[in-house]
C-alpha cells in the first residue's frame, strides 16, 4: 500500500536549511542565508521567552516595571527550602514578622543554654558537637537587607540586632540626682563612706545604722544619708540594706580590706575622699561627714556653729576649750561644711597643700594650714567640736544627757573598735532604758576600762 507523502515537520524544516548552511560549497543561495536568519530569530525568541518567566516567577508574579518588595531572607535550620520568602509590603505585617521571628529565636536560645532543659538539654547539647559545620550555619539567622530598604524598616530591625549582643548592668552613677533625692530642705546631706570590710554584716555599717534606731531623735537621720562605696562588694551590701549608694569607683586601687592607718592604699583613700566631699560642695550641697565607725545618739545640726561663725566646721581628738583655735587636734572623721565659694576655695587650697606634705594623710595637712593661717584671698572660717558632745575614744564627756556621738578614735584594729563600741551602744540602751522608766541616771556613763577607750 502506497503511503501518501508526508509534510516534513517544524524540527525538519528548521534543520533544513542549516544543513544547507553547514554544507560545504562554494556559494550560498540566498534562500538558505533567509532560513538561517529566520532560525537564529527564533532560538533569540525563546531565550528572551524563558528569562521572562523566570523573573515573573521570582517577582510572584508582579506586573513588569513595577518595583520588587524587599525580602528579608531568614535561611535558619528547619525553614523549609534555602530560597528567600517574601513579605508582605504592610509595614505592620512586617514588623509582626521581625517580632515572631525573635520570639522563636529567643525561644530557641532558651532551650539550648537556658536552665530549664536540665539534663536533657546538656546531653543534647553534648551530641550536637558532632554535626556539621553546614548544620551550625543553618542554625544561625541571617539577616539581608536590600539596598532599597526604607529608614524606617532599618529602624525596626535595630533592636533585634542589638538583643544579640551581651549586656552588662551597671549602677547609676548620677551623684546630683542622689544628692537631691537625700538632702534636707536646706541643701544639706549626711554622708559616710565604707569599703568591704566595714560594710560586712554584723561589722561597723550594721552598728552604724543601728545607733540612728536607738538614738533619741535620729531615726530620720538615715533619710538624709548618702553612703559612699570604695569598691563594688561594699556597694552591693549598701545596696542591699539603704537606698541612697554612690561607688567611688577608682580604677587599680584596691579599697576592700581593712586600711589601717598610714598603710597600704590608706592614704590615697583619705584623698580620693577628700576630693569627693569638694565635688559635693561644687554641686551645691552642704554636708556632714561621719566616719562610719561613730555612733548617733543625738541629733547633731542644732549643736553645730552656725553659718554666720563657720564655713568649715570638724571633730577633734582633743578638744582645748576654744572653738577658734588652731591648737585643737583635728579630727576629719567628722566634718560639716557649708556650700559656698569660700568652702570651694579652702578645698582647692587643702588639696594643693598636699603636695607640700608628701606622704602625709588629709589631717596633717588641714593641721597645718590651718596652724599656718588660711590665706585671706580664700576666706574660710574654721571652727573645732568640742568632745564632750562630740566625744571619741580619745577623749569625751560623762554625761550622756549631752553627748551626740563617739566616735572609735584613738583605737587600732577593727575587733577592737567593734568591741568598745558594741559596748557604747549597750550602755546608752541602758540609759535610755532607766531614763524612760524613771531610773535614776545620775552619774550613770560609760564602762571603762575597754580596749580602747582610757
Known amino acids: 500500500m502506497t503511503r501518501p507523502p508526508q509534510k516534513p515537520g517544524l524540527v525538519l524544516l528548521l534543520l533544513r536549511p542549516l544543513r544547507g548552511v553547514l554544507a560545504v560549497g562554494p556559494a550560498r543561495p540566498a534562500a538558505m542565508r533567509s532560513a538561517t536568519s529566520l532560525l537564529l530569530g527564533a532560538a533569540l525568541a525563546t531565550a528572551f521567552f524563558l528569562l521572562y518567566t523566570s523573573l515573573c516567577r521570582d517577582l510572584g508574579g508582579a506586573p513588569p516595571g513595577s518595583p520588587p518588595p524587599p525580602r528579608w531572607d531568614h535561611r535558619a535550620a528547619g525553614q523549609g527550602s534555602g530560597g528567600d520568602r517574601l513579605l508582605d509590603n504592610n509595614p505592620k505585617k512586617q514588623q509582626e514578622g521581625i517580632t515572631k521571628k525573635e520570639e522563636e529565636r529567643k525561644a530557641e536560645v532558651t532551650r539550648s543554654d537556658g536552665d530549664g532543659g536540665g539534663g536533657a538539654t546538656k546531653a543534647a547539647g553534648e551530641r550536637g558537637r558532632d554535626t556539621t559545620a553546614a548544620d551550625d550555619k543553618r542554625q544561625q539567622p541571617r539577616i539581608v537587607m536590600p539596598a532599597s530598604t526604607s529608614t524606617s524598616t532599618q529602624q525596626n530591625s535595630m533592636p533585634l540586632m542589638i538583643k544579640q549582643q551581651p549586656q552588662q548592668e551597671t549602677p547609676s552613677q548620677d551623684l546630683a540626682e542622689l544628692l537631691r533625692r537625700a538632702a534636707t530642705s536646706d541643701k544639706t546631706v549626711l554622708m559616710t563612706a565604707i569599703n568591704e570590710a566595714w560594710a560586712s554584716p554584723g561589722s561597723f555599717l550594721d552598728l552604724f545604722l543601728e545607733s540612728f534606731r536607738h538614738g533619741e531623735g535620729t531615726s530620720g537621720l538615715p533619710r538624709h544619708l548618702l553612703i559612699v562605696s570604695m569598691d563594688g562588694k561594699a556597694h552591693a551590701r549598701c545596696l542591699a540594706v539603704h537606698p541612697f549608694c554612690y561607688w567611688l569607683h577608682v580604677d587599680g586601687m584596691d579599697f576592700a580590706g581593712e586600711q589601717k592607718y598610714m598603710k597600704g592604699d590608706y592614704l590615697e583613700m583619705m584623698w580620693r575622699r577628700n576630693r569627693f566631699q569638694q565635688h559635693v560642695l561644687e554641686l551645691g550641697y552642704s554636708f556632714l561627714f561621719t ?164
Open 291 to 454: 566616719d562610719v565607725d561613730i555612733l548617733w545618739l543625738r541629733p547633731p545640726f542644732q549643736r553645730l556653729p552656725g553659718g554666720d561663725v563657720a564655713d568649715v566646721v570638724m571633730s577633734s581628738d582633743f578638744f582645748v576649750g576654744d572653738p577658734a583655735s588652731p591648737g585643737n587636734y583635728p579630727n576629719g572623721g567628722l566634718l560639716y561644711v557649708r556650700s559656698s565659694p569660700a568652702a570651694v576655695a579652702f578645698y582647692e587650697h587643702w588639696q594643693a597643700s598636699r603636695a607640700r606634705f608628701p606622704g602625709k594623710h588629709e589631717q596633717f595637712v588641714f593641721d597645718r594650714i590651718v596652724k599656718e593661717g588660711v590665706p585671706a584671698s580664700v576666706g574660710a572660717r574654721v571652727r573645732f567640736l568640742d568632745t564632750a558632745v562630740f566625744g571619741g575614744f580619745c577623749q569625751h564627756g560623762k554625761d550622756l544627757g549631752k553627748v551626740a556621738t563617739m566616735h572609735a578614735n584613738c583605737c587600732v584594729g577593727m575587733e577592737n573598735k567593734l568591741f568598745d563600741l558594741r559596748n557604747v551602744l549597750e550602755d546608752w540602751k541602758e540609759y535610755r532604758a532607766r531614763l524612760a522608766g524613771g531610773g535614776d541616771v545620775q552619774g550613770f556613763s560609760w564602762r571603762v576600762p575597754g580596749r580602747c577607750i582610757h
